[in-house]
């Protein structure tokens, strides 16, 4: 197609119902909300040459998350571990689906080693659904927090882990026991989508993984994040605002999903800045100690600071409440 006929074609499809836009049709154009620079800066080569080093993958580059170049250019990378493989097959991820390779033993000292060269006063630690392995991986988390425990005591550990579905209580309670500052797992989307966009998962079993982190450890922060723009409705999303309350969630991310390739779920709606804004204030008003909500917001964009905002926020709130007259 000539290139303005495509411009044209492009930005009819942009403004058309979205429920009409056939799933085979070209991705819409992003709004320059969304646009980001390309990744050269010499700290994003320096990460990246790091990580290959210590033969650690990352959910920066196996998501194609847009926000590497500002995120490793600062040196944060959000390690990913058990591999680059995962074992289920959600619609809007762009993580490898397969049969995953065996644990690496040496992975939770390479993970201490590019959280002390990276400088890293707080990490970002996830991975792969292992659907396959008899804990689903717990184990290894725990190993990875022991050794970064070890060799830089500083650092404030933040875990986003699968939701350890079909595995024992026991595994999880491993993982709060070896006491991360910040437990995220991310329910998403809203539950009518679950089908399509996460089928793998169950949305009440997700809010209860984090509901019982919370009851076995209250001084944990927990923490979930959901992406807007697959189809979802303003209510919906409200509501899982308030089941997270209900879960005695801490901290709330909210996202733009971006296709990562055509073979994904397509993008429904590019959610307007001002449309964020609106979400953020009702989040904050439904009781969140925190709440991240613009496009390129992502579970662990900017986790350092927010992880400091937080601490604040919840020693402001104990404040409060302790200087209260008891009834
Ligand atoms: S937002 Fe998170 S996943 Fe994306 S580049 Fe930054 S650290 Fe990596």
New binding site residues.
């Given amino acids: 197609m000539a290139s303005g006929a495509k411009d044209r074609y492009l930005r009819a499809m942009s403004e058309a119902d979205p429920a009409s836009i056939p799933q085979s049709a070209p991705r819409p154009r992003k709004p320059d909300w969304i646009r980001v620079k390309a990744p050269v800066s010499a700290g994003f080569m320096e990460t990246r040459k790091l990580m290959r080093r210590l033969n650690l993958a990352?959910?920066?580059e196996e998501?194609a998350?847009p926000?590497?170049g500002?995120?490793?250019t600062k040196k944060?990378?959000?390690v990913m571990i058990l591999g680059d493989t995962c074992t289920r097959a959600c619609a809007f991820c762009n993580v490898k689906t397969g049969m995953p390779r065996a644990v690496d033993p040496l992975e939770p000292e390479h993970v201490a080693v590019a959280a002390a060269e990276l400088g890293l006063t707080h990490i970002?630690v996830t991975s792969v659904d292992r659907d396959d392995l008899p804990d689903g991986g717990a184990s290894q988390f725990v190993k990875v927090i022991e050794a970064l425990r070890r060799n830089t005591p500083s650092t404030t550990i933040e875990i986003l882990t699968p939701d350890f579905r079909n595995k024992s209580e026991a595994a999880v309670e491993k993982i709060i026991q070896a006491r991360p500052d910040v437990y995220n797992h991310n329910l998403e989307t809203v539950p009518r989508l679950y089908p399509t966009i996460r089928p793998g998962a169950r949305y009440y079993a997700s809010l209860r993984l984090l509901e019982s982190v919370k009851r076995h450890d209250p001084s944990i922060f927990t923490k979930s994040g959901v992406m807007v723009g697959l189809g979802e409705q303003r209510l919906e999303v409200h509501q899982v605002m308030d089941d997270m309350r209900s879960a005695d969630i801490d901290f709330l991310t909210m996202g733009q999903y971006l296709q990562p390739t055509p073979r994904h779920a397509t993008v429904e709606e590019f959610v307007t800045p001002q449309a964020f804004s609106a979400y953020g204030a009702i989040a904050r008003a439904k009781g969140f100690l925190l709440v991240a909500a613009s496009p390129l917001t992502?579970?662990?964009?900017h986790?350092g600071d927010d992880f400091e905002k937080m601490r604040a926020a919840r020693e402001a709130k104990l404040g409060r409440s302790s200087a209260e007259p008891s009834e």
Avoid: D
């Fill in positions: 990352t959910v920066c998501a998350c926000n590497i500002e995120c490793w944060h990378a959000t970002v992502r579970s662990s964009y986790a």
